[in-house]
Each structure stands twice: as C-alpha cells, then as structure tokens.
C-alpha cells in the first residue's frame, strides 16, 4: 500500500490555521497531489496525537502554554525524520529554529509564494529520499524511487529497470501501481509502469527515457498519456519558476 503523506498545522488562531489549509489545497489540487491535512490549536494538542505520523509540520512560535519552538523539540524526539515549518510574527526564533534544521522560517502574514516556495522544496526532497519496499523472493528490498525508470510486467511478478540494473520482483504489475506515488507514474501500455520524470520526448507513440529505452503507447492511451504528461511537465516548470 502506497504511503499517505500527512501534514500537519499547529497554531492557536483558528482565522491562521485556516488561512494556510487554504493555501495548502489549492497547491495540491494545482500539482494534482493527494495529502491528508490535520490541524492542532495547541503545541500540547499535537503532542497528544500520533506525532510519528507527520512528514511535514507548521508549526506557529507564539502559542499560549507551551510554545512552538518546544513543541517542535518534543516532536524531533519522536519523529527524527519529520519536516518543521516554523511561522511566526517576529524574526527573533529564526536562529535557534535553524539550529534543529527547521526545513523554512515563514514571517506572518502567511503569503502564497512562501508557502508554495516551502512546497516545492519539500516534496523535490522527499521524491528524492523516498523509497518503497518491494519483494524479491522471500526477501524484502528498499529502492529509491528516484532510481526507477519503469517496471515491466512478467506474468505474475515485475522487472523494476533502475538506472543501474534491473530486478524480480513478486508483486504484480497492479500491487506495484499501487506502491509507487500516484502522479509520479504512467501506464502507457497494459504491461508497463513508467516514470514520468524519466521521460524524455514523447513522439507519437512511444515514449523515450533518458537511457533511450521507448515504450510504446497503446493507440487506445494516447490522448489519456499525453495529457498526463503534460500536467506533470507543467507542474515541474511552475516549481522551477518559482524557484528562481
């Protein structure tokens, strides 16, 4: 089963809390992105959930009792792989957010572009990071999924082709559609599972790869591929304008 990423918001003006979901789900509906969004009005409400749950965290400075940046504390001792954005008013916690490798330090008002910025450098990271867990034999393997260029069907298991060799694995093609990020992958044909990051060109009906390996698109897929893609690639030249 595919991974869920999971965020979450923590401040205690509800006006705020609301103000960054917004701004969290239109990016997500604009990168066609799925992610679940829980929200906290206090540092000690947070603390009380499954905090190993979270991948990314806003975490607002000045809250009543128990403040941001202790929270935040609290949190890495649980989740050492957990992402903090902290977002406050005042520039004064910025030094010290930076010391427990605070991912972004957003001064209030809270605007798109910061957050959109935020975003973009997260979920480039945890593409880059991210691993899924795959059979082989009797034995489980991490691979990165950065390091996937397709996985092919065969009978009832897969070859993952990876940019330094290839791999059995027992799941099949439908487990494995399951397993790799939705938004990251295509099926251009009933047997393959591509990497959009790793197409090249898409000429009329194949798709090429960057190690010039081309996959055919069934007649039936072209348009449904094309625009697939499309999204992709324009999602990708949005996160590097914004980069700049």
Not at 13 to 42: G, H, M, Q, T
Not at 71 to 87: E, G, P, S, Y
Request: hydrophobic letters at 40%; aromatic letters at 10%; a negative charge.
């Amino acid at each position: 089963m595919q991974e869920v990423i999971r965020v979450a918001v923590c401040d205690d003006i509800k006006e705020d809390r609301n103000a960054l979901i917004k701004i969290l789900s239109d990016y997500l509906d604009k990168n066609n992105l799925y992610v679940e969004i829980d929200e906290f009005p206090s540092g000690e409400a947070f603390l009380a959930s499954d905090t190993t749950r979270y991948q990314l965290v806003f975490m607002d400075i000045f809250m009543d009792k128990l403040n941001g940046m202790e929270t935040a504390k609290k949190l890495i001792r649980d989740n050492n792989k957990v992402q903090i954005v902290f977002a406050s008013t005042s520039i004064d916690f910025a030094a010290e957010a930076f010391t427990i490798e605070a991912l972004h330090y957003i001064v209030k008002p809270i605007e798109e572009t910061q957050v959109y910025g935020v975003l973009d450098k997260f979920f480039d990271s945890f593409y880059s990071i991210k691993t899924i867990e795959v059979k082989v034999g009797r034995m489980e393997e991490s691979i990165y999924i950065s390091d996937i260029l397709y996985i092919e069907a065969k009978g009832k298991k897969t070859i993952i082709h990876m940019k330094y060799g290839t791999l059995e694995a027992s799941q099949s093609l439908s487990e494995m559609s399951q397993i790799v990020p939705q938004g990251e992958f295509c099926m251009p044909i009933r047997w393959a599972l591509v990497s959009m990051r790793e197409i090249t060109s898409m000429p009329t009906n194949v798709l090429k790869l960057s190690d010039q390996t081309e996959i055919p698109i069934s007649r039936g897929k072209r348009e449904e591929i094309k625009r697939v893609f499309a999204d992709f690639r324009w999602a990708q030249m949005r996160r590097r304008m914004r980069g700049r």
